[in-house]
């Protein structure tokens, strides 16, 4: 079984701040999606990675693929109260297309 | 492009009834579909794959006569939580999978929050 940890779990920061989140695996991925995902709602895709070592940016999001291609980071830069979410990294593996989905991280900011 | 969408989006029903949950893929065919439930402030726990004409697969721990799914057409699943307890209350999320879509492994619905008293 692929596991897909998510650090940190939760996260409450003011606005203005930059953080990361980190998902670590010690399988190896061909590719590995972010969500973001609000209450209510499903998942929203933010990204996807799929070279060892590439970065991909969207906005003030940045998002790492680890060289090894089994763990990735996402970075926000000044965060905003509209960032607030759950965010999940995903990797594809399992057999059938399935999705493992990561432990999440909460994110909250605050004015 | 690419949008499902579940039916209900909030349901809340007595204890022992038995609740339907439709997943639909709008605007393309799919050839696989995927149910998933969410406690909250947790992650999405895959409970089943869903293959057009042919039995659901599902994942460890998951029982096959409480959850009965249903995949009748490339364009809708149903999840049918039977015999409902207050346990079985959780955020319940389907996905969709095309092979002619390419890029994106999943496309989500909106979820469906299931209560139960």
């Known amino acids: 079984t692929q596991l897909l940890e998510q650090s940190p779990q939760f996260l409450s920061i003011q606005e203005g701040e930059n953080l990361t989140v980190y998902c670590n695996s010690s399988?190896?991925?061909?590719?590995l999606q972010w969500y973001r995902q609000e209450p209510g709602e499903g998942p929203v895709l933010l990204v996807t990675?799929?070279?060892?070592?590439e970065v991909k940016k969207l906005k003030r999001l940045t998002f790492q693929f680890g060289d090894a291609r089994k763990d990735s980071s996402l970075h926000i830069t000044a965060a905003q109260p509209g960032d607030t979410g759950l965010y999940l990294c995903?990797?594809?593996?399992?057999?059938?297309?399935?999705?493992?989905f990561g432990t999440g991280t909460q994110l909250k900011v605050e004015l | 492009g690419a949008v499902v969408s579940q039916h209900p989006s909030w349901v809340i029903c007595k204890s022992g009834t038995s609740v339907k949950i439709e997943c639909r893929s709008l605007d393309f065919q799919a050839t696989t579909m995927f149910w998933y439930r969410q406690f909250p402030k947790q992650s999405l726990m895959l409970m089943a794959t869903?293959?057009?004409?042919?039995?659901?697969?599902?994942e460890q721990g998951v029982e096959k006569d409480k959850f009965l799914i249903n995949h009748a057409s490339l364009t809708l699943s149903t999840l049918t939580v039977t015999s409902a307890h207050p346990e079985d209350s959780s955020f319940y999320i389907c996905s969709a999978y095309s092979r002619v879509l390419g890029n994106q492994p999943q496309h989500f619905g909106d979820g469906t929050r299931l209560s139960i008293l």
């Open positions: 399988s190896v991925f061909s590719s």
């Open positions: 990675v799929v070279t060892g070592g």
């Open positions: 995903a990797a594809a593996g399992g057999g059938g297309n399935k999705l493992t």
């Open positions: 869903s293959n057009e004409g042919s039995k659901a697969t599902y």
